[in-house]
């Protein structure tokens, strides 16, 4: 359990303490990815099955790494070749797996609340790896830990939150992690790509970059997802690159001091990011990877580290 | 049938009279005798009590969709039927969105063949208006009302073109047909799959802003202005909606609107709060908490003329999916009583004006027979009691599905009897 | 024990290991590593101690065993962990492993475990404040500052000035239920 939570699905229903708790332990587990043999014992003999039915190389893996680190074994089911073509419902996938006695379901799925559903439907764990727009914890999580690292505390920071909002869990979990850790959050795009209502999750909204990241501690530029979207929402990619992305000049005029640049990736280069930038002295991008697989052991001991109800 | 029923007791209540007292109802050969203050009891006819319940007229719906043909695993018109007398409907009007749709003579025929052999409500088919639905060719209008259709519609879907709109309602003209449109443009609604709104962006969840249905309900009534058709909101559900209207009747066009038990009571935060439940998902969708305020105003003060269900049988198939996928609709013939019951006893609605949108106002905005106690009249009625707690489910269902928000929660007031032309044809108690 | 055998305690360790490590060659090799938490300050101050004895200071570590408990399928919620901290190379060292109490030996089991997944020691030698008896695994300590006897049902606490008690001192008391 982390706190109250049996699953991480949401960092909407998670308190302070819960996020605290998880951000704690990874600083313990990021120690153990630093030594010369990166293996603890002590999730020997549970089982963490990956069930991804979008497309991700990158978070499938740091799950798999943070599960192998932490001596659990790790199964990954990707939906392309599985029952799904084959018209099986999700239920019906979950309880064939569920059959398997899994101790940690990590389920990624383009459906919002996917995750919700299969954790009403099976006895153990959840964790979801991004479902639809809604959320991603464990990407929240990170983020919030990177910045805490680097700054140490969230308490009273800025963090601005650039790109398109609307079709981004990963927005979304920020805006709690961040906000939940006593930060101020600022989102930034053009109109189109902010979705109603957005300030009611506690957050301000400007569409002028250069007035969002003023005295920012934190910038973290989304990708601009193609793929996701549907009625036109932007100009051209030249002219969202213009007036929204982050190049040099920018960085260097507009950002203070020991101000940090995020990216959940993959990058764009040359739209939302120039790489100058993604690979500047401001940028901890891979420090975001490393501590992706951190505080994904993090997530996978507290909720994997205890026997599961009904299991011997 | 020389059967005499004499109910006793109870306070009717026939807005289409402007009955609201304690009074006996007498029925005699499938017809109302009287609604009086005091009456002899002939040897051989049945004595209702209705003592502590209401007496009304057997209830209109003038939006269901029973399923058959086609898709008789989720309804046929015999269980629809059923659970529509249970929930004190005596008539509904039933949506061509069947398979094939109802766009010819022998759908229809089917559809009141499988009612009559039913013997339960009385069963109105509603006709398509183009043909397949598919937006495109006018279905034969003529042909339709000769068999029985009382209503058109394209349900399930808008009528997008507005020419096919224009031609549709100018030639229902010449049959004094109303056309029953569901309004949104699909260009608003994109992939939405609920309102848009704060709730939908929590939720991660595509939004339908309001205005999706706002535009085409102004379209239309320019149109019905233009052709002067007769023009029927289906389930309208926005606050423009309801400004659209009013302005309509105001200026004397052929307009009316229905409103389901769904939109006046619950919004896009019950959306929110019910987890990503599939039933919380149909279309429209649950609106925002100031759209409902305004429909519920609005049914209150007339502009919305009638309550309609919407009763969309769904199995668990369709159900039982990410909310992303799964079919919109919910049942409600059975819980509209008491769900609207809750608006009276929130001080929203009268019990006059409740009684009188599921009676006398549907039946006047489709042209239809009933709604009414008057002398002469069918004896089509309902008795019912406001206070009466049960649990709606599978065991107390008569519908063969039970998508609904309602499900498993007690609620309060319940139709105890019904009877269509004099015919005992529910009795609550009895089994599903 | 109270603080005056405490310090007298820790002095004769200190003796014992420095004699030792002289006489095996071993005094350059030397680290401390303190088992979480109740080696931690003995361990800083048995380096100290052998600073002064050696005359050179033996880099310092701490181990959190938590990851590397054995009782994973018994306990109810997970154990929290702390920080692990050994930022020298381990390999070919003399490690001179402290805990306060010396019980099960499950604990230090755990830690030897751990320790050898940073390198290959050439020798671990176990020094612990307070030796109790009542070994579970065949494990026992290079160094004792005191042996006991204590008996199932008595827990053994260590209580140190440098995490705030009021005096240095051992309790032997009744377990709780």
């Given at each position: 359990?982390?706190?109250?939570?049996?699953?991480?699905?949401?960092?909407?229903?998670?308190?302070?303490?819960?996020?605290?708790?998880?951000?704690?332990?990874?600083?313990?587990?990021?120690?153990?990815?630093?030594?010369?043999?990166?293996?603890?014992?002590?999730?020997?003999?549970?089982?963490?099955?990956?069930?991804?039915?979008?497309?991700?190389?990158?978070?499938?893996?740091?799950?798999?790494?943070?599960?192998?680190?932490?001596?659990?074994?790790?199964?990954?089911?990707?939906?392309?070749?599985?029952?799904?073509?084959?018209?099986?419902?999700?239920?019906?996938?979950?309880?064939?797996?569920?059959?398997?006695?899994?101790?940690?379901?990590?389920?990624?799925?383009?459906?919002?609340?996917?995750?919700?559903?299969?954790?009403?439907?099976?006895?153990?764990?959840?964790?979801?790896?991004?479902?639809?727009?809604?959320?991603?914890?464990?990407?929240?999580?990170?983020?919030?830990?990177?910045?805490?690292?680097?700054?140490?505390?969230?308490?009273?920071?800025?963090?601005?939150?650039?790109?398109?909002?609307?079709?981004?869990?990963?927005?979304?979990?920020?805006?709690?992690?961040?906000?939940?850790?006593?930060?101020?959050?600022?989102?930034?795009?053009?109109?189109?790509?902010?979705?109603?209502?957005?300030?009611?999750?506690?957050?301000?909204?400007?569409?002028?970059?250069?007035?969002?990241?003023?005295?920012?501690?934190?910038?973290?530029?989304?990708?601009?997802?193609?793929?996701?979207?549907?009625?036109?929402?932007?100009?051209?990619?030249?002219?969202?690159?213009?007036?929204?992305?982050?190049?040099?000049?920018?960085?260097?005029?507009?950002?203070?001091?020991?101000?940090?640049?995020?990216?959940?990736?993959?990058?764009?280069?040359?739209?939302?990011?120039?790489?100058?930038?993604?690979?500047?002295?401001?940028?901890?991008?891979?420090?975001?990877?490393?501590?992706?697989?951190?505080?994904?052991?993090?997530?996978?001991?507290?909720?994997?580290?205890?026997?599961?109800?009904?299991?011997? | 049938?020389?059967?005499?029923?004499?109910?006793?007791?109870?306070?009717?209540?026939?807005?289409?009279?402007?009955?609201?007292?304690?009074?006996?109802?007498?029925?005699?050969?499938?017809?109302?005798?009287?609604?009086?203050?005091?009456?002899?009891?002939?040897?051989?006819?049945?004595?209702?009590?209705?003592?502590?319940?209401?007496?009304?007229?057997?209830?209109?719906?003038?939006?269901?969709?029973?399923?058959?043909?086609?898709?008789?695993?989720?309804?046929?018109?015999?269980?629809?039927?059923?659970?529509?007398?249970?929930?004190?409907?005596?008539?509904?009007?039933?949506?061509?969105?069947?398979?094939?749709?109802?766009?010819?003579?022998?759908?229809?025929?089917?559809?009141?063949?499988?009612?009559?052999?039913?013997?339960?409500?009385?069963?109105?088919?509603?006709?398509?208006?183009?043909?397949?639905?598919?937006?495109?060719?006018?279905?034969?209008?003529?042909?339709?009302?000769?068999?029985?259709?009382?209503?058109?519609?394209?349900?399930?879907?808008?009528?997008?073109?507005?020419?096919?709109?224009?031609?549709?309602?100018?030639?229902?003209?010449?049959?004094?047909?109303?056309?029953?449109?569901?309004?949104?443009?699909?260009?608003?609604?994109?992939?939405?799959?609920?309102?848009?709104?704060?709730?939908?962006?929590?939720?991660?969840?595509?939004?339908?802003?309001?205005?999706?249905?706002?535009?085409?309900?102004?379209?239309?009534?320019?149109?019905?202005?233009?052709?002067?058709?007769?023009?029927?909101?289906?389930?309208?559900?926005?606050?423009?909606?309801?400004?659209?209207?009013?302005?309509?009747?105001?200026?004397?066009?052929?307009?009316?609107?229905?409103?389901?038990?769904?939109?006046?009571?619950?919004?896009?935060?019950?959306?929110?709060?019910?987890?990503?439940?599939?039933?919380?998902?149909?279309?429209?969708?649950?609106?925002?908490?100031?759209?409902?305020?305004?429909?519920?105003?609005?049914?209150?003060?007339?502009?919305?003329?009638?309550?309609?269900?919407?009763?969309?049988?769904?199995?668990?198939?369709?159900?039982?999916?990410?909310?992303?996928?799964?079919?919109?609709?919910?049942?409600?013939?059975?819980?509209?009583?008491?769900?609207?019951?809750?608006?009276?006893?929130?001080?929203?609605?009268?019990?006059?004006?409740?009684?009188?949108?599921?009676?006398?106002?549907?039946?006047?905005?489709?042209?239809?027979?009933?709604?009414?106690?008057?002398?002469?009249?069918?004896?089509?009625?309902?008795?019912?009691?406001?206070?009466?707690?049960?649990?709606?489910?599978?065991?107390?269902?008569?519908?063969?599905?039970?998508?609904?928000?309602?499900?498993?929660?007690?609620?309060?007031?319940?139709?105890?009897?019904?009877?269509?032309?004099?015919?005992?044809?529910?009795?609550?108690?009895?089994?599903? | 024990?109270?603080?005056?055998?405490?310090?007298?305690?820790?002095?004769?360790?200190?003796?014992?290991?420095?004699?030792?490590?002289?006489?095996?060659?071993?005094?350059?090799?030397?680290?401390?590593?303190?088992?979480?938490?109740?080696?931690?300050?003995?361990?800083?101050?048995?380096?100290?101690?052998?600073?002064?004895?050696?005359?050179?200071?033996?880099?310092?570590?701490?181990?959190?065993?938590?990851?590397?408990?054995?009782?994973?399928?018994?306990?109810?919620?997970?154990?929290?962990?702390?920080?692990?901290?050994?930022?020298?190379?381990?390999?070919?060292?003399?490690?001179?492993?402290?805990?306060?109490?010396?019980?099960?030996?499950?604990?230090?089991?755990?830690?030897?475990?751990?320790?050898?997944?940073?390198?290959?020691?050439?020798?671990?030698?176990?020094?612990?404040?307070?030796?109790?008896?009542?070994?579970?695994?065949?494990?026992?300590?290079?160094?004792?500052?005191?042996?006991?006897?204590v008996p199932d049902d008595q827990n053994v606490q260590v209580l140190l000035k440098e995490e705030g008690a009021a005096e240095d001192a051992v309790q032997v008391s009744r377990r709780g239920k």
């Amino acid at each position: 359990m982390i706190g109250r939570q049996k699953h991480c699905i949401a960092l909407e229903d998670y308190s302070r303490e819960e996020i605290t708790q998880v951000l704690d332990l990874a600083v313990s587990m990021k120690e153990v990815l630093r030594r010369p043999i990166k293996k603890v014992p002590s999730l020997r003999g549970r089982s963490i099955v990956n069930l991804f039915f979008e497309a991700s190389t990158r978070t499938r893996s740091s799950f798999e790494i943070a599960a192998k680190v932490l001596s659990a074994d790790s199964l990954n089911w990707t939906s392309s070749g599985s029952s799904v073509s084959k018209g099986e419902t999700l239920i019906d996938t979950v309880k064939n797996l569920e059959a398997m006695h899994p101790d940690v379901l990590v389920i990624r799925h383009s459906a919002s609340g996917a995750p919700g559903l299969v954790a009403s439907r099976v006895g153990c764990s959840v964790v979801s790896a991004g479902d639809g727009a809604h959320e991603h914890p464990s990407q929240g999580l990170l983020d919030a830990f990177t910045v805490r690292e680097k700054l140490g505390t969230l308490d009273g920071k800025i963090l601005t939150i650039v790109g398109d909002v609307s079709h981004s869990r990963v927005a979304r979990s920020d805006i709690y992690s961040f906000g939940k850790l006593g930060a101020k959050v600022r989102l930034c795009g053009p109109p189109t790509m902010m979705p109603m209502g957005v300030e009611k999750m506690g957050c301000t909204v400007e569409h002028d970059l250069k007035k969002a990241v003023d005295g920012a501690d934190a910038v973290i530029m989304l990708r601009i997802q193609h793929e996701r979207i549907g009625a036109p929402l932007l100009s051209t990619t030249r002219e969202y690159s213009r007036l929204w992305g982050l190049n040099t000049k920018k960085a260097a005029e507009w950002l203070k001091p020991g101000a940090l640049v995020l990216h959940p990736g993959p990058i764009n280069r040359g739209v939302e990011l120039m790489p100058e930038v993604a690979d500047g002295p401001a940028s901890v991008i891979l420090d975001q990877v490393e501590n992706g697989v951190a505080v994904r052991m993090a997530i996978l001991y507290l909720l994997a580290g205890e026997p599961v109800e009904g299991k011997a | 049938m020389s059967d005499t029923i004499i109910i006793e007791g109870g306070r009717v209540i026939d807005p289409a009279s402007g009955t609201d007292a304690t009074r006996v109802v007498v029925l005699k050969d499938g017809k109302v005798a009287g609604v009086v203050e005091r009456a002899d009891r002939p040897s051989g006819a049945t004595v209702v009590d209705a003592k502590g319940r209401w007496v009304t007229p057997g209830f209109l719906d003038l939006h269901v969709h029973l399923r058959e043909p086609g898709q008789e695993y989720k309804e046929t018109v015999a269980t629809g039927a059923r659970a529509a007398v249970a929930g004190g409907f005596t008539s509904v009007v039933c949506m061509p969105n069947t398979k094939p749709v109802n766009d010819t003579l022998a759908v229809t025929e089917l559809i009141l063949a499988r009612a009559a052999a039913a013997g339960l409500a009385r069963v109105y088919p509603c006709g398509a208006i183009s043909k397949g639905s598919a937006g495109e060719e006018l279905a034969e209008y003529g042909e339709l009302q000769a068999g029985g259709c009382v209503a058109l519609s394209d349900d399930g879907k808008p009528v997008m073109s507005p020419g096919l709109m224009r031609s549709a309602l100018e030639y229902a003209r010449a049959f004094g047909l109303p056309l029953t449109v569901h309004e949104e443009d699909l260009h608003l609604v994109g992939k939405g799959v609920m309102h848009e709104g704060a709730a939908s962006t929590r939720l991660g969840l595509k939004g339908i802003p309001g205005q999706a249905e706002d535009v085409m309900v102004l379209r239309d009534v320019a149109l019905a202005e233009l052709t002067g058709g007769r023009l029927h909101i289906a389930h309208l559900s926005t606050a423009g909606s309801v400004r659209a209207v009013r302005e309509a009747k105001k200026r004397g066009l052929k307009v009316t609107a229905e409103v389901t038990p769904h939109h006046l009571t619950l919004s896009d935060e019950d959306v929110a709060r019910s987890g990503y439940s599939t039933d919380f998902k149909m279309s429209p969708p649950l609106r925002s908490v100031e759209d409902v305020k305004a429909v519920v105003e609005a049914l209150a003060d007339g502009t919305i003329d009638c309550i309609a269900t919407d009763h969309a049988p769904h199995s668990l198939v369709e159900k039982q999916l990410e909310f992303d996928v799964a079919l919109n609709g919910i049942v409600g013939l059975e819980t509209a009583f008491p769900v609207c019951l809750a608006l009276v006893k929130k001080g929203l609605l009268t019990e006059k004006r409740l009684i009188e949108a599921l009676t006398a106002s549907p039946a006047r905005a489709f042209g239809l027979p009933g709604g009414t106690l008057a002398v002469g009249a069918p004896a089509d009625l309902a008795i019912l009691d406001p206070g009466a707690i049960w649990t709606f489910g599978p065991k107390t269902s008569f519908s063969k599905c039970f998508n609904s928000p309602w499900r498993g929660r007690a609620l309060t007031g319940r139709c105890t009897h019904a009877y269509v032309g004099g015919r005992l044809v529910h009795q609550a108690g009895e089994g599903a | 024990m109270d603080s005056t055998q405490i310090s007298a305690a820790v002095a004769r360790l200190a003796r014992d290991v420095a004699q030792r490590a002289q006489a095996e060659g071993a005094a350059d090799g030397l680290a401390i590593v303190g088992i979480r938490r109740g080696g931690v300050h003995l361990a800083a101050r048995l380096r100290a101690a052998l600073r002064q004895l050696l005359g050179k200071e033996a880099p310092l570590g701490t181990l959190d065993i938590a990851l590397y408990r054995d009782d994973v399928t018994v306990r109810g919620a997970v154990p929290v962990v702390g920080p692990t901290d050994i930022r020298f190379s381990i390999e070919g060292k003399t490690i001179v492993l402290v805990d306060d109490v010396l019980y099960t030996g499950r604990t230090v089991r755990a830690a030897l475990d751990e320790l050898v997944d940073f390198g290959r020691p050439r020798r671990v030698w176990l020094t612990v404040l307070v030796d109790r008896g009542g070994h579970e695994l065949p494990i026992a300590a290079d160094f004792a500052g005191v042996k006991l006897e204590v008996p199932d049902d008595q827990n053994v606490q260590v209580l140190l000035k440098e995490e705030g008690a009021a005096e240095d001192a051992v309790q032997v008391s009744r377990r709780g239920k």
